[in-house]
């Protein structure tokens, strides 16, 4: 065996590839646009699943709302000291919160009231948590919310309009640094007082009430006794968000499975075309090549460098076209179908997940079987006698 | 001795109903150093015979011994490097790669070896030299006139100084004064010793002082 690369057959390859260098250039063109569309939708469902996953790993185990007449009406405080007497609970907290609707730019804030350092937002208040004075009237923003009020003027401090039509102001305090962007990016965090005042709610109620359990076997128990504590109450639970945020995934990502479907579809046509045969004049170069001393493992390496210089190129192209377009370009179009239903979200950037795992099922997607594509008739004609070419 | 064939028979089997029998029952030996004509009609299996010694293809039965090899039984593989290393084959039709330069062609049988550049130069220099096509070397094959197709047929035959040739009609292509400098060349050839073999109807070839043998074949039998 000769093991060494042999650059001759290399050139040789070269040669060949640029002899038919239309038919080479369709195919490296085709074949980059398909790897470039399948690693960018694996790029942005990898991106939104780790999104997702570290939203879902801060929701509250349990969630305590009061209903009537189906609607959702705010909570007495005191439910959340009846509930913390229930055995299993480790803590419950009411939380003060509700949608600010910015008419000026046409969005939706989330406004959300804390007073001490609460569990739920740790990862993202660690750090600005400090910075948030709860005695004066100052806010956290998220990104998106920051950049939205200050394209609309406010830089220091903004007005909330109350329900009885006066103004609220309230200063900017700080910005979000924040792992999960696409449920923080149009949040505003303030004192509960703050919130209470711009909503008018009274002191003793509260939005909902957030339930933490000392074992998580326990949940479905405990949230099973709350409602029995309270006919009145829709008691929700992790499990329960957790499947609406996976349907919504799975809804949007059903998008992205067809995509990936009509692209897998594309290749394997090539695929398939280049398995249907070779062309007279391949098959009597193939010939010739063995006439004059070359072995069929020659003839296969030559093909196999010609394949993998196609194929190779084009997944660098594509893998690479797609990292920039995800995150650089921030994926135009594609993450619309993600992120459209809010003018806030389009801001959102999608967290860069580097995944060896993705870039390597891509790789084994394309690389081997183009090359296997190429090789196979090649083989089949070698491996016939070569006698043809003497006629 | 050089090439032998034993009691040869090729049968082609176009379909069921339908076998062609190429070479019927063929004894034939060729001498080291000898040129040999094989005469025959259009048909009569010439070209079968050449495929054979070159083992381009196996003979339905009987033996093919070139110096101590067992030609006839060569797996693919080595049928491959025999070829390689003892026929330079010049085919009717050249078998040029019509895109690739002249010298891109006549290094074509060496690209499997990975020789040293300088070797290659070496080799690529002697043939280019010896049959005239110097100043053709970077020009594409698609551009050549015929007979200068030819030579490079032959040159890319010679590169590896195989030590017998086998050319297919060589003449076939040719006009007369082609067919003449073919002759020239095949005395260079013989001069240095090689083992030929010609397959021709070209009468041009049958009263030649340095053809040793003129072997005539009649719809696959020796005459
Ligand atoms: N692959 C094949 N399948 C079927 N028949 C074949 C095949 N190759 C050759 N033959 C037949 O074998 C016979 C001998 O063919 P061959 O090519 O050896 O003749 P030839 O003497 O070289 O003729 P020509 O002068 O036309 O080249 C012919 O009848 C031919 O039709
Ligand atoms: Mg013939």
Known sequence: MRTKINIYLVEYAINSLLRQKYKTLFITLVLTALIFLLSSIFFITNSIKYELQSTVDSLPEITVQKINGGRHYDIEVSVADDILAITGVKSAVARVWGYYYFENAGVNFSVVGIDEYEEQYKNSLTNVAKTLDFSASSMILGAGVKKIINENYYKEYFNFIKPDGTLKRVDIGGVFDTDTELESNDVIVMSKESVREIFDMSENKATDIVVKVANEDEIATVALKIKLLYPDSRVITKDDLKISYQNIFDYKSGIFLALFVVSLFTFFIIIYDKLSGLSSEEKREIGVLKAIGWRVDDVLKEKFYEGFIVSFFSYMSGVILALFFVYMLRAPLLQNIFTGYSQLKTSFTLPFVFDMQTLALIFFLSVPIYIAATIIPSWRSAALEADEVIR | ?223
Request: charged share 25%; hydrophobic share 45%; aromatic share 4%.
């Open chain 2, 1 to 223: 001795m050089m090439i032998e064939l034993k009691n040869i028979t090729k049968i082609y089997e176009v379909n069921k109903n339908n076998i062609v029998t190429a070479l019927d029952n063929i004894n034939l030996e060729i001498r080291e150093g000898e040129l040999v004509v094989l005469k025959g009609a259009s048909g009569s299996g010439k070209s079968t015979i050449l495929s054979l010694i070159a083992a381009l293809s196996k003979p339905t039965s009987g033996e093919i011994v070139v110096e101590t090899s067992r030609v006839s039984k060569l797996s693919d593989n080595f049928a491959s490097d025999f070829r390689r290393d003892n026929i330079g084959f010049v085919f009717q039709k050249y078998n040029l790669i019509p895109a690739l330069s002249v010298k891109e062609n006549i290094i074509l049988p060496l690209v499997p070896l990975n020789l040293h550049v300088k070797e290659i130069e070496e080799k690529l220099i002697r043939v280019l030299k010896m049959f005239h096509i110097e100043h053709k070397e970077n020009q594409l094959v698609k551009n050549l006139s015929g007979g200068e197709q030819q030579r490079v047929a032959i040159a890319r035959a010679n590169v590896n100084n195989p030590k017998i040739i086998l050319a297919d009609e060589p003449t076939a292509n040719l006009d007369e004064k082609l067919s003449l400098s073919f002759i020239e060349i095949l005395k260079e050839l013989k001069a240095e010793g090689k083992t030929i073999v010609v397959a021709t109807h070209d009468p041009l070839f049958f009263n030649l002082e340095i053809v040793d043998r003129v072997v005539e074949i009649h719809q696959g039998v020796l005459l």
